[in-house]
Nanobody, 125 residues
């Protein structure tokens, strides 16, 4: 049974930092693409960051580029999201997800099969 358990959320002031963790069981991070998503009240879920199976290639939403870093620790089978220079607009529930790279013709995408329950991040001004 696959489980993704997020932790590390909390309340911080603007300019502060948090590190989110996503502990995986029932799958190995080396075989999965992983992603971080967030959803604020009244807003649609948005992708924040993604990382390939090898943990080398990462992708970030424009809104977090240069501030957030996504990484994998294979020894702990855990995904991380280091968040620096946090702003009130970063306030949301953050979720991690595991999936696969799917190729369709000349394009590809990550499709996520497993999701965690989320961890709340609140940034005050």
């Amino acid at each position: 049974q696959v489980q993704l358990v997020e932790s590390g959320g909390g309340s911080v002031q603007a300019g502060g930092s948090l590190r989110l963790s996503c502990a995986a069981s029932g799958l190995t991070l080396s075989s999965k693409c992983m992603g971080w998503f967030r959803q604020a009240p009244g807003k649609e879920r948005e992708g924040v960051a993604a990382i390939d199976t090898g943990g080398v290639i990462t992708y970030y939403a424009d809104s977090v580029k240069g501030r957030f870093t996504c990484s994998k620790d294979y020894t702990k089978n855990t995904l991380y999201l280091q968040m620096n220079s946090l702003q009130p607009d970063d306030t949301a529930m953050y979720y991690c997800a595991a999936g696969d790279r799917v190729v369709d013709g000349g394009t590809w995408t990550y499709e996520y099969d497993y999701w965690g329950q989320g961890t709340q991040v609140t940034v005050s001004s």
